[in-house]
């Protein structure tokens, strides 16, 4: 992909859809294919993250056809696949290779997992120590337990866990093995986080008992097949809805996005820094609830983000922080040393490249503060080959004076592929760009 060359935005006064949520994907590939029959899932995310998980699931022997882009049918194989006859490559998606350590610690043979250089750096010991609870033998790199990781699976136990790190893919990893082993399997996490695993078991009618931040589930239960539609991609979205709630006088609807709570803190945090968004869930029947977002631009003005509120938004924080050099004021991110261990030193990055923008940061272990409300310079930045602060930093673009230039933008493929057809499309006018709505 060419670097993006971003210039100033007109104001925005349109309506747009995103693509499929990334974790929902990841989770249609993986449940589905432990049903007892056939599952099609439509608007699933043809990103390179979720194509790691339809190749993962591949090699372990389960039929996917992919009928279109968006459209794929899983053939269930009941919970028992078939030992891998290579290593299975996770790419850049620690998603798929925690919850796919979850599966595999249950199946009684041996699999190796290994991922992209940013992968490899990414701490695996969160996911080894619960599953080695339960009885599997996983194997990874010195004492910061890295990829790749080596599972011998089979023979587990439950077990009663609090998790130290708020973390869904722990969450989801400890779950699915829980759905093998032998008793009940109890997860407490320290603050609650995205509940896709939770819904999409229900779904699939597995029974689970859910009590505050704990969370239950007895081996041996079957999942039957059913489709599964994918909800638009709030990260996604929260690209443009800090490019409209931070341009006053700036309009913009989303439809069919993923609403699911504890997801949408960006809703709650950008109307807090002062912005107009209506939220209406137009399917709240659905295992995962989903509508459309109206946001309005006004002048931002400075918040804290921090405690239980992180893992909420914990994808978002790198376009909440270029809002926050938008917003007057300082704002303060706390409590978010997770961002550290993501596709890249989120916070290190944000304070590099926020800088060269000319924003003044202290960036802090766990967090950081920005001075906003001066104009942005536009700059040449890197994306660290991290998709999220390669997107961000184009948003920020938008708002800068003279051109910004991201390079390294091939990682946005792994989460949101046709970013950069709708970044030139509102660059250009709104009108090249979708239906304006306003009346
Ligand atoms: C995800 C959970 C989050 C998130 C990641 C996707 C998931 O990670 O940052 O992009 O699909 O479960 P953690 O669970 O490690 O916080």
Known sequence: MHPFHVKQAPLIETQITVPGDKSISHRAIL???????????????????????????????????????????????????????????????????????????????????TGDPSLSKRPMGRVITPLSQMGATISANGEKKLPPLSIKGGNLHGIDYPMPVASAQVKSAILLAGLFASGKTTVTEPAPCRDHTERMLRYFLVPLRSEGNTVSIHGGAHLESRDFAVPGDISSAAFWMVAAAAQPDSQLFIRNVGLNPTRSGIISVLVRMGAFIRESVENP?????????????????????????????????????????????????????????????????????????????????????????SELKGAKLSSFGDHRIAMAFAIAGLFAKGETIITDTDCVATSYPSFPETLAAIMKKPSAFGKSFRR
């Open 31 to 113: 449940f589905s294919s432990l049903t007892n029959g056939r599952c099609e899932i439509t608007n699933f995310l043809p990103g390179e993250d979720c194509r790691a998980t339809i190749g993962a699931m591949r090699a372990l022997g389960v039929e996917i056809e992919e009928v279109d882009a968006t459209t794929i049918v899983v053939h269930g194989r009941r919970g028992k696949f078939s030992p891998p006859t290579q290593e299975i490559d996770c790419g850049n998606s620690g998603t798929t290779m925690r919850l796919l350590s979850g599966l595999l610690a249950a199946q009684p043979f041996e699999s190796k997992l």
């Open 285 to 373: 029947t659905q295992a995962e609830p989903s509508g459309s977002l109206e946001i309005k631009g006004c002048p931002l003005v400075a918040t804290r983000i921090e405690g239980k509120e992180i893992p909420n938004v914990i994808d978002e924080l790198p376009i909440l922080a270029v809002a926050a050099a938008l917003a007057e004021g300082t704002t303060v991110i706390a409590d978010a040393a997770e961002l550290r261990v993501k596709e890249t030193d989120r916070l290190a990055a944000l304070a590099t490249n926020l800088r060269a923008m000319g924003v003044t940061v202290r960036e802090n272990p766990d967090g950081m503060e920005i001075d906003g409300g």
